[in-house]
């Protein structure tokens, strides 16, 4: 039996009852020969596989094999029924006869007499036709009686479409214009196959279209960040197709949740996608000029000074000494101080000096990220020696990571000792020359104006190591020393230019402040037209006074740069909104897992100074391969703002033992966010800091101050013990909180109130402002002028 071959794409949704009927079967027959291979289908409207289909295809080829080929083409050679002859045509139709039969290229070849004889075909016995479904090629007459007038259709056809009718004329002249289209028909139910056949083309197109995809990949644009729904939107697939490639990669992200570039890189190299980073240049990128100086383009500049040390140790004495000196020289008019900063002259050469305090120069200008100091003079006297403000200034410079140079002052007093405070520098670190290390130690006397010359001298030298370098061939940049409101010349800003050449008439941008440089003075008052690096000077011309350690750039777009100025005023208001993240203890472990805290910097302050020590090298011992633990200060005495500056601008956690913060530190720790922890053992401090490295602290309980009070008078009561008269200076007591009693900022006794009173009635609770008078329980060495520092324990949500 004869077979067709369809095309297994061709026949989508190819069912059981539509195969039955193409080969002349039953149902039951076509779902017998499948279960007998295979699975049977359960109805006979069931899809047919192409596996199936093949199955059938394959079992009817092997049980109705063809005898011969004439069986294959019997359609072909067979003999069509006896139909009415039509009647010869006139001769002047023949042509057109001819014509007709010659555009029936489909039919037979045994249905080929020529028309002009109209010869009947010949008589042959009929062969045997197989039951089959195959659509038949057969040649239908249309024509319905013998005399068709075919000029009067051709005239007809020329009067519609004269052009058309022109064209479709053959050479030989023959004006034969309908043609047998039927003859390419397949009748009867093989009709369906030509839906099949639009199908398989559609098919084969989408098929193609995926190829041409793959050949050629998609180009995807990501930027730092975005959301699963834009990727998607982005490689032209679905949210779910990509949601599913994240989980695939262990990523459970919905379609708003934003993923970082390399994620979303990742997901589309999935996708057979070309990444491209795409690079967002921002306002300030387009506007501020901060590409790197070429070697070639650097010339030397003016170091810039900072004189520290302990308060009376000769800082103002050794500014006014170098001053002078200046004045001597036969520099050009006074000093003036009044902008925050000035220049002295040594053999011709610069040194630019910051007229601020030294806390002042580091600390909070540090913490802005601006580095305008380069060396820093350090003041001792050599009657005092090391002071708790030297050490602070030791180790804010050493925050800072800027060279020191020490200048012993007052060697002229009788009780003066250079070699004790030498000797007392190398426990800080500095070691002097003189003793084989390398900081320069000078002698001098600011009064008496002993050593000053030598002083400069040093610190030229020790500029000249640094190779300070500048380029003053491009837009100036620099810093904001400080900035003022001036009644009659509006805000007035001191700027110290560190890059580049400042001109006037310049669009400088600081901060959230923009203008033009109206007038620009220098250290003397004198008018000037151009600044260049390491040079001091003071400007007027801006919207408003800008913040005192933020940066200024010259640009060039001024309407640009106040569409930038917007914007940062904007995000400071979003970032004073916004909770600061701070290191603290809680959150020590998850930044070391983050990778964002590779140190941990500690303050330690204690009563003694052997505690400091003790501490100070138990800490540091905590250092493992993920985080260091360094002290950068430890000092003896209660922790004071200087202490919570230096923790804010380094990112450091201040630890106490038996001392307690002042009311200035208590409230600059609160506001920027500082962490400082108090304890009274020194293992408890080692345990809850190497427990909080390893994110096993789980504190449950917080200590929080209430309140402040200040014994006033004090009274001896047999039966009670001392009653302490005290006001309440801020928060309140309760009759039921912990007390500590704290003189001169050592922690003396923590405990318990035994009583608390206003007159002779026991209360609750006294607020602020209010006197009481009240006992502490097993503790009686009050005396005037403790304070009495009440908390209470508030347990930790976890």
């Not at 006074?545 to 200024?552: D, V």
């Not at 302490?724 to 109130?753: E, M, N, S, W």
Request: one cysteine or more; charged letters at 25%; aromatic letters at 4%.
């Amino acid at each position: 039996m004869e077979v067709a071959l369809l095309s297994t794409s061709a026949v989508n949704k190819y069912r059981v009852r539509e195969l039955a009927k193409d080969f002349g079967m039953s149902n039951k027959d076509v779902m017998e020969i499948l279960g007998k291979y295979g699975e049977a289908p359960k109805s006979n409207m069931q899809a047919l596989t192409d596996e199936q289909l093949s199955l059938v295809f394959e079992s009817l080829t092997q049980t109705h094999p063809a005898s011969g080929i004439e069986e294959i083409f019997a359609d072909t050679y067979r003999e069509p029924k006896k139909q009415e002859q039509p009647a010869p045509a006139p001769a002047a139709q023949q042509p057109a006869q001819q014509k007709t039969a010659a555009a029936q290229q489909s039919a037979p070849a045994a249905q080929a007499a020529p028309a002009k004889q109209g010869a009947a075909p010949a008589n042959k016995p009929a062969l045997a036709q197989p039951t089959t479904r195959v659509p038949q090629k057969k040649v239908v007459d249309t024509r319905k009686g013998g005399d068709v007038n075919l000029a009067k259709y051709d005239e007809r056809l020329e009067q519609m479409a004269p052009e058309k009718a022109k064209r479709m004329q053959a050479p030989s002249g023959n004006r034969q214009k309908f043609h047998n289209n039927n003859s390419n028909r397949r009748p009867g139910p093989g009709g369906q196959f030509s839906n099949k056949r639009r199908q398989d083309e559609q098919e084969r197109m989408r098929r193609l279209q995926l190829e041409i995809a793959k050949k050629a990949p998609l180009k995807v644009s990501i930027p730092d960040e975005i959301s699963v729904g834009e990727l998607a939107s982005r490689m032209k697939k679905t949210g779910a197709e990509v949601v599913k490639v994240l989980m695939k990669n262990g990523i459970m992200a919905s379609l708003p949740q934003i993923i970082d570039y390399d994620t979303a890189a990742l997901v589309a190299m999935e996708f057979n996608c070309k990444v491209e980073h795409e690079v967002t240049v921002t306002i300030e990128e387009r506007l501020i000029d901060d590409h790197e100086d070429k070697p070639e383009e650097l010339v030397p500049r003016a170091p810039v000074v900072v004189v520290m040390g302990h308060v009376d140790h000769g800082k103002t004495s050794l500014l006014d000494a170098i001053r002078n000196t200046s004045v001597a020289e036969g520099e050009a008019g006074g000093i003036t101080q009044h902008i925050g900063a000035y220049q002295v002259q040594l053999d011709g050469r610069p040194i630019t000096f910051l007229d601020t305090p030294g806390h002042e120069a580091f600390t909070s200008m540090r913490a802005r990220g601006a580095m305008i100091t380069d060396i820093a003079i350090l003041v001792v006297a050599a009657d005092d020696g090391i002071m708790p403000q030297t050490v602070e200034s030791i180790n804010h410079a050493k925050a800072a990571n800027i060279p020191i140079v020490v200048a012993i002052n007052k060697i002229d007093k009788p009780a003066a000792n250079p070699d004790r405070v030498m000797q007392q520098l190398t426990e800080y670190g500095l070691v002097c020359e003189d003793w084989g290390g390398d900081t320069i130690c000078c002698p001098i006397s600011a009064k008496k104006n002993i050593g000053i010359d030598k002083l400069l001298e040093m610190v030229l030298l020790t500029a000249e190591m640094a190779e300070l370098k500048a380029n003053p061939n491009r837009a100036a940049s620099g810093t904001v020393i400080e900035a003022r409101l001036d009644k009659g010349r509006g805000p007035i800003a001191t700027l110290l230019v560190q890059n580049g050449t400042l001109k006037q008439g310049d669009t400088i941008i600081a901060g959230t402040a923009v203008g033009r440089v109206r007038t620009m003075t220098d250290y003397k008052g004198k008018r000037l037209e151009q600044a260049g690096p390491s040079v001091p000077v003071e400007i007027a011309g801006l919207s408003e006074a800008p913040t005192a350690g933020c940066t200024f750039n010259v640009v060039a777009d001024e309407r640009m740069a106040r569409e930038l100025v917007e914007q940062r005023k904007a995000e400071e208001k979003l970032k004073s909104a916004a909770p600061v993240q701070k290191v603290s203890l809680e959150n020590l472990f998850d930044q070391i897992q983050a990778g964002e805290r590779k140190e941990l910097a500690l303050i330690v302050k204690a009563d003694v100074q052997g505690s400091v020590e003790a501490v100070r090298a138990s800490l540091e011992k905590l250092s493992n391969e993920e985080v260091n633990v360094r002290v950068i200060h430890g000092g003896v005495g209660a922790i004071n703002e200087s202490d919570v500056m230096l923790a804010a601008s380094t990112g450091a956690i201040i630890v106490g033992f038996n001392v307690r913060p002042d009311a200035a530190a208590r409230d600059g720790a609160a506001r920027q966010n500082v962490d400082m922890r108090m304890y009274r053992v020194i293992y408890d401090c080692i345990d809850e800091i190497e427990s909080a490295m390893k994110g096993m602290l789980a504190p449950k309980f917080r200590e929080v101050v209430i309140g402040h009070a200040e014994v006033r008078q004090t009274y001896k009561v047999s039966s009670v013990g001392t009653v302490a008269g005290c006001y309440v200076q801020d928060g309140k007591l309760t009759r039921d909180c912990d007390v500590r009693v704290v003189r001169d900022g050592i922690v003396i006794h923590d405990g318990k109130l035994g009583s608390l009173q206003r007159f002779k009635d026991s209360v609750k609770e006294v607020g602020t402002n209010y006197e009481c008078g009240l006992t502490v329980e097993k503790f009686n060495d009050l005396k005037e002028g403790d304070v009495i520092e009440g908390f209470i324990m508030e347990e930790i949500p976890r």
